[in-house]
């Protein structure tokens, strides 16, 4: 027995990566592993090695997948931000290499198509060329074995048209297939086109690809784009073995750790769904002792395990001055267990223990705002951000990785069944949800100054001395009763003639009220 005190540790001794791989990973994709494999430790410690994700093949879920037009691509790199699963992936290469890399692929189709599939854009070969550098070509290749078809890379592309949905065929599959397999034996973009434009071009390096896809997750979910994103910023800044995650029970913990299934490339643990931050308290005392300050630990979770049940956990961590990473996963419903309500959710939603009826009207109680709640905790960074503006939300990471002590970041993160939305309308509704005060953005930095009004920062909403942004088309306000006409979790609060019922008006005043508050903290009303 151990002396009082002495730290053990505890390390499985597990198969190697490949072994697990070939033997259970391969059981599980032939469905064969409830009478092939014997239990071991593997199994015994729920122990899954990284990425294993990469190897699950879901090109049968859907009956379409997104075919690419060269021609019509600008370089945006939105539908390689958007996609939850990674399967859309971009690269940049350089003439000569291209052509070198091309000429010594032996399949004469093969090299035709992926030479094709490289264009001229002005973001990666105008901008080059009249800085007298050499030009790249950009190009984008779509994995077949991770789409699931939910089509957001055509909603995002929007105009572009780049992207378009076309029905599988075995044929066209097997094409897909050989082209991501020409993806990644070609060279890594070289560094000049990643780090010298925007920050969506962080995707374009291999050290932001932390997250595989293979998650069993739904189509189009919002959850794993944040999760994402996350992992390429501090993947990009800081390393792939400078990452940690601690994750709370919630969706996340199903879709990301389905044995033998994980998505992540990074060292990570599901705890409960109420003590992720004590587990991650614990966490970085002993990354600590063993002198690893550096590494990035991130907690996940949502709105049970932030919100409700896990707050006091959570309130604990942000007044602990730890340095750890809070991202908070923003349904507003427990999507996991059935999508009842929370404190997130909003005034008027239709959800599970908050139904629809004759004399109850949703959910009754006003929305609790985690994200000023956790910034009247001393010295602690804060950011209400949303995915469709990468920009926002990436610089919400990289502050958030920089800064000593605890910071949260809580993203909007839609989720198809309990909003009532389509596979596609992940990104559309979380800018929506931002630009009709549903959930404003803004970042409150202890850095800033001694008052709220020089910490916190509202930029990235549109309209900021407003009270509501107006659509620039149709002159409209787009307010919180224009957001709910557009989510079936609302479709009850209108009657025949689409008229906004009594309570949906009062969720507005709310809503509106939130965003009072938010301008006078931060000093523009």
């Known amino acids: 027995m151990p002396e009082r005190g002495e730290i053990i ?16 990973v391969g059981s599980y994709n032939r469905g064969a592993a409830e009478w092939e494999l014997p239990a071991d430790d593997a199994v015994a410690t729920s122990f899954v090695p990284p990425g294993t994700g990469a190897e699950r093949d879901f090109s049968y879920v859907a009956p379409s997948m997104p075919a690419f037009m060269p021609d019509r691509c600008v370089g945006c790199m939105e539908c390689v931000t958007a996609c939850p699963d990674t399967a859309i992936l971009g690269k940049v290469l350089e003439q000569p290499t291209l052509d070198r890399e091309m000429a010594a692929v032996p399949n004469e189709d ?15 070969w105008d901008t080059a060329a009249k800085r007298n550098e050499e030009p790249g070509l ?12 939910c089509g957001e890379c055509v909603e995002v592309c929007g105009v572009h048209d780049a992207l378009v949905m076309r029905p599988k065929s075995p044929s066209w599959l097997e094409e897909e297939q050989q082209d991501i397999a020409l993806y990644r034996w070609l060279p890594e ?51 792939r073995d400078s990452i ?9 913990t199903v879709y990301g750790a389905t044995y033998p299934y994980n998505p992540y490339l990074v060292t990570w643990t599901n705890s409960l769904f109420e003590n992720a931050p004590a587990v991650a ?85 006003r929305r609790k705002e985690l994200a000023q709640l956790a910034m009247m905790h001393p010295g602690v960074f804060v950011a209400q951000t949303v995915t469709s503006d990468a920009n926002h ?16 970041i809580n993203v909007y993160t839609p989720c198809q069944p309990e909003h009532g939305i389509g596979d596609d309308a992940a990104s559309r509704q979380s800018k929506l949800a931002r630009d009709s005060r549903t959930f404003p953005v803004f970042i409150h930095d202890p850095r800033a100054g001694e008052t709220l009004a020089e910490r916190i920062s509202l930029r990235g909403n549109p309209s900021i001395k407003e009270d509501w942004y107006t659509h620039p088309r ?11 006409r557009t989510e079936g979790r609302f479709a009850r609060r209108f009657d025949a003639e689409g008229h906004p019922d009594a309570t949906l008006l009062a969720a507005q005043e709310d809503r509106l009220a939130n965003w009072h508050l938010l301008q006078e903290l931060a000093g523009v009303r």
């Open 244 to 252: 940690g995650i601690v994750a709370a029970t919630g969706c996340n």
């Open 393 to 408: 939300f990436y610089r919400a990471i990289l502050a958030a990785n920089e800064y000593p002590g605890p910071a949260l």
């Open 110 to 124: 093969a090299r035709i198509r992926g030479r094709q599939r490289f264009t001229k854009t002005a973001k990666y």
């Open 474 to 484: 149709t002159g409209e306000p787009v307010d919180f009763v224009y957001f709910a």
């Open 189 to 239: 973009t070289p560094a000049h086109f990643a780090e010298e434009r925007t920050l969506v071009d962080m995707m374009l390096t291999e050290r932001s690809q932390l997250y595989v896809g293979g998650a069993g997750s739904c189509m189009g979910c919002g959850e794993t784009t944040a999760i994402r994103m996350m992992l390429a910023a501090t993947g990009f800044a800081h390393g």
């Open 138 to 149: 950009f190009g984008i290749f779509v994995d077949p074995t991770k789409c699931k078809g």
């Open 9 to 24: 540790e505890l390390v499985p001794p597990v198969m190697p990566r490949r072994e697990f791989s070939e033997c259970v």
């Open 281 to 365: 308290m614990g966490v970085r005392l002993r990354w600590d002792q063993q002198g690893w300050q550096d590494k990035k630990l991130w907690v996940f979770g949502g709105d049970g395990a932030m919100y409700d049940i896990g707050f006091g956990s959570l309130s604990r961590l942000l007044a602990s001055g730890m340095d750890v990473k809070v991202l908070v996963l923003d349904t507003q419903a427990y999507s996991n267990t059935g999508g009842q309500a929370s404190t997130a959710s909003f005034m008027g939603q239709d959800a599970k223990m908050a139904a629809s009826g004759s004399t109850r009207h949703g959910k009754s109680e």
